[in-house]
């Protein structure tokens, strides 16, 4: 059970310091805005996993209890998506972009429920948890609504501590991603290789 839980902390670090929508938005509204109103953007992010934890908790646990054939196919599903997403990076532009021009200046508030609505509406977080959570099940003898909330909550922890850190130290980042080209290369193998790693648990 650690080592599961260990590993799922691991490939979720590896995943919440690549560049991406979410940590790029925390770390210009930092840059433009301060340190608070990155860690506010930062917890509506968070909240907004809650939604998706408990959509995938309860939906898949209700599948397990009605075929366990289904799930299979569900993680057999999940693994195909983590590779279609690891091809997905492969294609992609190494190179690390962002702008500070234009950011809106909102109130802490309004950033909070931002950060909360960007994640909850975004159907790609539901359909990334369907596919990655189902991976680390830990127990066949614990609830796996309860197995799924753990997840997420390591999952929240870990993003949390590591979207923070970027919010905090959002001046030092955005100096050494634009004295270091070669830092975008690196985190994108690195977002390869876990998507590789999450999907061959299941289809090896």
Known sequence: ML???LSFALATATLAISPGPDNIFVLTQSIVNGKKFGLATVAGLMTGCIVHTTLVAFGVSEVIKRNENLFFVIKLFGAGYLLYLAYKVFKSDATITFSTDNVEQKSTTELFKTGFWMNVLNPKVTIFFLAFFPQFLFSKDISTVYQFYVLGFVFILVSFVIFSLIAVLAGSISDYIKQNEKV???????QIVVFIAIAGLILL
């Open 3 to 5: 080592e599961t839980l």
């Open 184 to 190: 975008g290369v690196y985190l994108k193998w690195m």
